[in-house]
């Protein structure tokens, strides 16, 4: 079946290098151009795209307002193409998936379609996932509405309301109900990682607002991130979060109260005694930095400590890792279905058995402060 895209970019050039890598796959067919966000909103009705992909920046009504408006009339995935990774473009870019856009990709350049076909693919890739998330009508209030505030004064996102019966996904229980697990997870948490790939930028925001300045484990995160937005994400997450984020940086050991991520295109591991290996090593199934790599490297090290988590995301990248996590006797927590912009790496780490507790993207935190009996701090 044929994937219909709308392209919504100003630039003739950046549009003629679209249409140029979009078209040279045969499943991807571009069913309108539109300059402005104006144009995009009287074609999306009549070309009824599967995908949208749009600029941030455009004359009359601009990506985040269409973005918005697209969410509230005629809900379709929205992917960003941005050539800025500008602070303040960075974070008009994070307010979009904000406000209901699904993922991120850099603007090509003139020569990128015939000089790189790596990203020519991983356009084209990103495409055929988006084709297949479902996304929902959004008011335009909780869009556009402000944020609460949490205990550190910085912005937090609402928690969202999740039932609380429950369900077995693959053997394992499945709740909204922060107080109810069936895990028996009963050792003492040293240190959570996590994993995400599609959607993450949106479920890492929502679980590390709701961790309170005083959470006392490091946590390790592997983002799967287009090349250039790694440090603009972390800032913005930073600027959320009661906890500081930060790029790992080699040599260095985690330490309580600190997020850390993975460096762009380098796996991040622990070393004998610890501390953080940045390397350069082949791709794990087409990923670096790899989830499995990092969750396999903090099992070893911390073994009945670990607390892996694995979130929305296309693929596999996770699965054997969070296994290794289980074997070890830690603890894996998958993000359910309904809350998973893309149920493919949690789907496949359940599939192995690795997975001992489901939840909604909204109980994580509650249950991590359960873990480590910590309460919000007022």
Not at 80 to 96: G, N, R, Y
Not at 328 to 339: H, Y
């Amino acid at each position: 079946m044929t994937i219909r895209v709308l392209l919504v970019e100003d630039s003739p050039i950046a549009l003629v290098v679209l249409k140029r890598i979009l078209n040279s796959s045969e499943q991807i067919e571009v069913v309108g151009e539109a300059g402005t966000g104006l144009e995009a909103l009287k074609l999306i009705p009549k070309v009824q795209p599967d995908v949208i992909c749009t600029d941030l920046h455009m004359p009359h009504m601009n990506g985040l307002e269409l973005t918005s408006k697209v969410m509230a009339l005629y809900p379709r995935p929205i992917l960003v193409i941005s050539v800025s990774v500008q602070q303040e473009d960075i974070d008009q870019i994070f307010q979009l998936l904000d406000a209901g856009a699904v993922d991120i990709f850099p603007k090509p350049s003139a020569g990128m379609a015939t000089d790189n076909q790596l990203l020519q693919q991983e356009l084209i890739n990103k495409i055929k996932i988006l084709s297949g998330v479902k996304v929902f009508r959004k008011n335009r209030k909780s869009i556009l509405g402000t944020q609460k505030q949490g205990s550190s004064g910085k912005g937090k996102l609402p928690e969202m309301d999740y039932s609380t019966n429950q369900n077995q996904i693959g053997g394992v229980s499945q709740t909204g109900n922060p107080a109810a697990f069936s895990s028996n997870y009963s050792s003492k948490p040293k240190i959570v990682v996590i994993g995400a790939s599609t959607g993450g930028p949106q479920a890492l925001n929502e679980v590390f607002t709701q961790l309170p300045s005083n959470f006392p484990l490091p946590v390790i995160c592997v983002q799967h991130i287009s090349l250039g937005f790694l440090q603009g994400f972390i800032d913005w997450l930073a600027s959320n979060c009661p906890l500081p984020v930060q790029i790992a940086q080699p040599g260095d050991m985690p330490q309580p109260r600190r997020i850390y991520f993975a460096p762009e295109q380098q796996h991040l591991e622990l070393d004998a005694m610890g501390r953080f290996i940045c390397s350069d090593s082949e791709p794990l199934e087409g990923h670096r930095p790899s989830v499995t790599v990092t969750f396999e490297s903090v099992a070893k090290c911390y073994r009945k400590g670990t607390v892996g988590i694995l979130l929305t995301g296309m693929g596999r990248d996770g699965a054997t890792g969070m296994e290794t996590i289980a074997e070890v006797g830690g603890l894996t927590i998958a993000q359910d279905e309904v809350t998973s912009l893309v149920f493919g790496m949690p789907k496949e780490a359940i599939a192995l058995g690795a997975v001992k507790e489901v939840l909604p993207i909204g109980a994580i935190a509650s249950r991590l402060r359960e873990l480590c009996l910590v309460k919000i701090e007022t």
